[in-house]
């Protein structure tokens, strides 16, 4: 396997909702393969390679993070839709735009949207 690239840091809130809620997902894998299965948690192990956990039908498995491609909540009025965690789906007439600003209290904050390039 290739050397790790670590999630992008925004994502990672996605992965701790669908943990926290025990959300049944369809996780897709960058090599096009697909499963079902419920989070569990996340881990990292020694060489600082993060792992989402999953069980799925047949057992626990777990999925390096960089070889996510997206998770979709198989439940109704999940608190996200799918979510793409490597590449871009979107049409290319669009990009994903990703902004983090201090806040008026010493916070941060941060926003992700998608952009018409088009217009």
Known sequence: ??????????LHDYLEIACLYGYRLLVEQVDGSSFEAKALTTRTNAAKEEFFVLLRDDGPCEVRLDQLLAITPLIANGRFGRVELNGLSAPSDFAVVTAKNHGPHGSWFSAVWLADLSR
């Open 1 to 10: 396997m290739d050397a790790y690239q670590p999630l992008n840091c925004d």
